[in-house]
């Protein structure tokens, strides 16, 4: 099985085809793309991963209006089980940074 996990930085409207490209010439079984945003280019990507045999598709929920992005999950076959939110936390929540790392907003 191959895997590919990928931040897509927020795949603007010129990006989409890029991005999908990218994800299908690598040929993966399974893919995860992070900072996916839930809107028409969103879809419009998951489209292309679909007509490209990532036909099977299950996302997250957006973390916030302020970081309104998650994380996709596409895969040749069907997805078994997902729990959502697919991070684990609750809408709208982050974790918090433990020790001395950056902080997030």
Known sequence: MRLLALNIQHAAVRRV???AK????AAPDVVVLSEFYVDAQGKR???LLEAGGLAH???GVPGSERYPYTVVIASRTPIALTRRPLDGASRGTRPRPRG???SHP
Do not use: F, I, Q, S
């Not at 990218?22 to 010439?25: E, M, N, Q, T």
């Open 57 to 59: 598709h299950e996302h």
């Open 17 to 19: 085809p890029l991005v």
């Open 45 to 47: 990507l998951l489209g």
């Open 100 to 102: 001395r790392g950056r």
């Open 22 to 25: 990218a994800v299908l010439d």
